[in-house]
């Protein structure tokens, strides 16, 4: 049994994925958020925003999601495609 995340590759979530970054990035820009202001804003590092927003995270943490969300001052429902 191995432990950790999955590699990408191995992700039923690829797709998702693939639409999360996208609509992230477009709510950070409509709210004028470099993606270092909203990193520090939200608390996590400018590398793990970069790669959800590329989609190179595929599956991002809970509680990342959701500090980015109050970051943004977004809901769930605005991440929906």
Known sequence: MTSGRRKRAESRYVEQAAR???KLRELRLE?????????TSAEIALST?????????VEPGYFTILSL???LGARVEDLMV
């Open 31 to 39: 709210r004028g958020y470099t993606q270092q202001q909203l990193a």
């Open 49 to 57: 925003l970069r790669k959800i927003e590329t989609a190179a995270v």
């Open 20 to 22: 999360l970054g996208p």
């Open 69 to 71: 969300l109050k970051a």
